[in-house]
């Protein structure tokens, strides 16, 4: 079970309802787009957070409002915006966990590799910074192809000599709730039960279900299997579509960051019971980057739950072999634009 919805949760309230966190807040956190339609409610949620003392608004533009106003809530963190190049030195300084959900969302009809021309020169600009600034921190990367941005990030920072693939890791927790969120409705079980690990990538195809670990153990038909599968991979597409061109799921994918930045926190907090899926560099297959379920620690990753690839289930085994090559050539279209670029 993922403690987002229990023990942060209900740490939440209380600070918020009682006004005296139980939690000594020591933490710094950087939102990079603050902005925008993610930055913005996944800045309320993180403004939420009783382990944060200090909270970056950075954005290019309109963000001093938008720090103006989460400053009113009566939470622990100080917040602070930044605004423009000239500012973002300042905004990474000395922080433990930065999120960039900065660039262009999707509109109907567009895949996520569509964004990539735009993002991806945002990303780059951004961790270059990062590495300059706080290269320690947790690197959380939102910013769309996930797949191609964060293989962007890597190369960034081993350009700057501060890689550590234990701290850099793609936003996949969005594939995760929806996948929990579409078999409890399916199944009839109380959500807060439900946790099913998504491996593989972030788009389309790439996006694996691994429905067959899914807690509680539950069975399902084929027909469930094909539909779950494929409405969690198609499911940005199903808010795409419902905005009409005003945006991409920002509500839920506020929610999933902000899950993935209080897991990370209390990693760093030393909690030793923190587990999350993210897409990040590994070796549990032969595609260099690749989501699966990672134990989080002091120091970033702490081990890979190498058990959720065992056993895999025909479809599951075909799924995996067919993703494959499709993320081999995100992130190899990652690579190739940082290091012509460099
Ligand atoms: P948005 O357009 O509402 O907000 C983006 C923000 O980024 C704006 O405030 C903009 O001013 C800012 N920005 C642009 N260039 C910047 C720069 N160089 N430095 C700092 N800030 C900059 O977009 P939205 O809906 O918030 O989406 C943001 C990204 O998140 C998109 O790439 C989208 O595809 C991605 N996304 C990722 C998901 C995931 O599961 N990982 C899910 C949903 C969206």
Request: glycine residues 8%; contains cysteine; proline residues 5%.
């Amino acid at each position: 079970r993922n403690s987002f919805e229990t023990k942060a949760v209900k740490q939440n309230i209380q600070s918020v309802a009682c006004l005296q966190p139980k939690v000594q807040a020591s933490f710094k956190v950087a939102v990079l787009g603050a902005a925008g339609g993610i930055g913005q409610p996944l800045s309320l949620l993180v403004k939420m957070s009783p382990l944060v003392s200090d909270l970056h608004l950075y954005d290019i533009a309109n963000v001093k409002g938008v720090a103006a106003d989460l400053s009113h809530c009566n939470t622990p963190s100080e917040v602070l915006a930044f605004t423009g190049p000239e500012q973002l030195a300042d905004a990474l300084k000395g922080v433990d966990v930065v999120v960039i959900p900065a660039g262009v969302p999707r509109k109907p009809g567009m895949t996520r590799d569509d964004l990539f021309n735009i993002n991806a020169g945002i990303v780059k600009t951004l961790v270059e910074a990062v590495a300059d600034n706080c290269p320690d921190a947790f690197i959380h990367i939102i910013s769309n192809p996930v797949n191609s941005t964060v293989p962007i990030a890597a190369e960034v920072l081993k350009q700057r000599g501060v890689y550590n693939p234990k701290k850099l890791f793609g936003v996949t927790t969005l594939d995760v709730v929806r996948a929990n969120t579409f078999v409890a409705q399916k199944k009839n079980l109380k959500l807060i039960d439900v946790d099913v690990p998504v491996i593989g990538g972030h788009a389309g195809i790439t996006i694996l279900p691994l429905l067959s670990r899914t807690k509680p153990s539950v069975s399902f038909s084929n027909e469930e299997i094909e539909e779950l599968t494929v409405r969690i991979q198609n499911a940005g597409t199903e808010v795409v579509e419902a905005k009409a061109g005003a945006g991409s799921a920002t509500l839920s994918m506020a929610y999933a960051a902000a899950r993935f930045v209080e897991s990370s926190l209390r990693a760093l907090d030393g909690d030793s019971d923190v587990y999350e899926c993210s897409f990040v560099q590994s070796e549990l297959t032969e595609v260099p980057f690749f989501a699966s379920r990672i134990k989080l620690g002091k120091k970033g990753i702490e081990a890979f739950v190498n058990s959720d690839m065992q056993g895999l289930t025909d479809y599951e085994s075909k799924g995996l072999e067919a993703l494959k090559s499709e993320l081999k050539a995100s992130i190899e279209k990652g690579i190739a634009f940082a290091n012509k670029q460099a």
